[in-house]
């Protein structure tokens, strides 16, 4: 990608981290304490977001780069529907 050096300098990294730093912070809420799995599925998923965002960019190859953003679009759905399972939850 001309101009990126990282792939913390790319805007998707970049709100995905700041999807994963609420998702740590959500998690460590009373709430989730009686919610273990949800918590983890929540932490597993926000992860994975921003691992497939950096391991696709290190693959140089623009097929594999937009395989693996497709990948943590899928992992930031998942968060969408855990949240979503959460709020219902109370």
Request: overall charge positive; some cysteine.
């Amino acid at each position: 990608m001309p101009g990126v050096r990282n792939h913390t300098e790319l805007e998707a990294w970049k709100l995905s981290d700041a999807l994963r730093s609420e998702v740590y912070r959500l998690t460590t809420m009373r709430a989730f304490r009686t919610a273990p799995d949800l918590a983890r599925q929540l932490t597993n998923a926000a992860e994975s977001a921003c691992a497939n965002i950096a391991e696709g960019f290190s693959r140089y190859l623009p097929a594999d780069f937009a395989r693996f953003l497709r990948i943590a679009r899928g992992s930031q759905s998942e968060i969408v529907e855990h949240l979503t399972s959460a709020t219902r939850r109370g």
